[in-house]
Nanobody, 116 residues
Framework: QVQLVESGGGLVQPGGSLRLSCAASGSIFGINAMGWYRQVPEKQREFVARITRGGMTLYADSVKGRFTISRDNAKNTVSLQMNSLKPEDTAVYYC??????????WGQGTQVTVSS
């Protein structure tokens, strides 16, 4: 199994920045893409950003130009730099890891709150 642990969440003012990190451990040899999702109460978990082992990235339209996903394959970590944060970015952010085969792995989540 793969274990994912997120860190870096917190409270920030609108327009501010946060950097989330996710550390992967376990049987990581079969992991291809890693990414970030977010979820608010009463809503479905939504895609935020994704990065493949080769560095190809994909972003949700709502965060494009503001968030940057990066990955260190040697350290088995993935990060999300979040700039120009908006109140609507408030959510629990989850790290994800996709194996070549089998189900997606999830971290425990880290709270991001954007508020004045």
């Amino acid at each position: 199994q793969v274990q994912l642990v997120e860190s870096g969440g917190g409270l920030v003012q609108p327009g501010g920045s946060l950097r989330l990190s996710c550390a992967a451990s376990g049987s990581i040899f079969g992991i291809n893409a890693m990414g970030w999702y977010r979820q608010v109460p009463e809503k479905q978990r939504e895609f935020v950003a994704r990065i493949t082992r080769g560095g190809m990235t994909l972003y949700a339209d709502s965060v494009k130009g503001r968030f940057t996903i990066s990955r260190d394959n040697a350290k088995n970590t993935v990060s999300l730099q979040m700039n120009s944060l908006k109140p609507e970015d408030t959510a629990v952010y989850y790290c994800s890891a996709d194996p070549v085969t089998g189900p997606r792995y999830w971290g425990q989540g880290t709270q991001v709150t954007v508020s004045s």
